[in-house]
């Protein structure tokens, strides 16, 4: 099974816009994309609220002979402004939960950068991908929603934000307890190792079909 996660703007409010919005191209509509995990910078431009829950039809030249044609999924899908205004707002909780490793407010903004630029008003992660490759699939929307939770106020409704930050580090799959990458570590040619270029992923994704700021000018 495929395992890759996909940021995308489009114009349509629509979840999953590369198969159920007409016209959508990935060229420009795919904002980043990553595998077997959802970057944590993605995951700040969303809350509890901006989870959507859809039903898709999908091809039965697609299905199993006895699977469902009637798909339900669930993922975050929010107008674009507010996205940003809450990547925003996350940057001091996310700052506080990863103090150790750095700040990430240089990252924010190159990845507001790739969003704006991005035609579409509106913002999705297509995640059923990496939904589908967890040990316990079941705990995958749970631990999605509380980590979004977290965000708004560094601890998860009572529960402290170490509850958070573990939540985030097991959805972006980031190497914890180490300094994060500068933002512009591709971009600028820097010295770096294995982990370095791993969390910089981790944390922003990397470009699909055009190129991402923090990989090219």
Known sequence: MANYSYLCSTDAPSLYPSSQVAGFDP???????DVSCVPLLWLAMFRPADLVTGVFTVDEDDLDDDEDPEVEATAP???????LAQ??????????????EGPLDAHAALLR?????????FVT????????????????QPTLRAALAGLDVGTDSG???AATRARLIELSRLRPGLP?????????????????????VRLLGTGFMSEVPWEAE
């Open 27 to 33: 060229k420009t509509g795919v904002v980043a994309h």
């Open 87 to 100: 990547l925003d707002a996350a940057l001091p909780v996310l700052n506080g939960l990863f103090a150790g």
């Open 159 to 161: 529960m402290d934000g």
């Open 77 to 83: 899908l929010v107008a674009k402004e507010r996205a």
């Open 113 to 121: 950068r790739a969003v704006e630029r991005a035609p579409g008003a």
């Open 125 to 140: 992660i297509e995640l059923e991908e990496v939904e589908g490759i967890w040990a316990d699939e079941d705990a995958f």
């Open 180 to 200: 994060f990458p500068p933002a512009r570590l591709i971009v600028d040619g820097m010295d770096a190792d294995d982990d370095d270029y791993w969390n910089l």
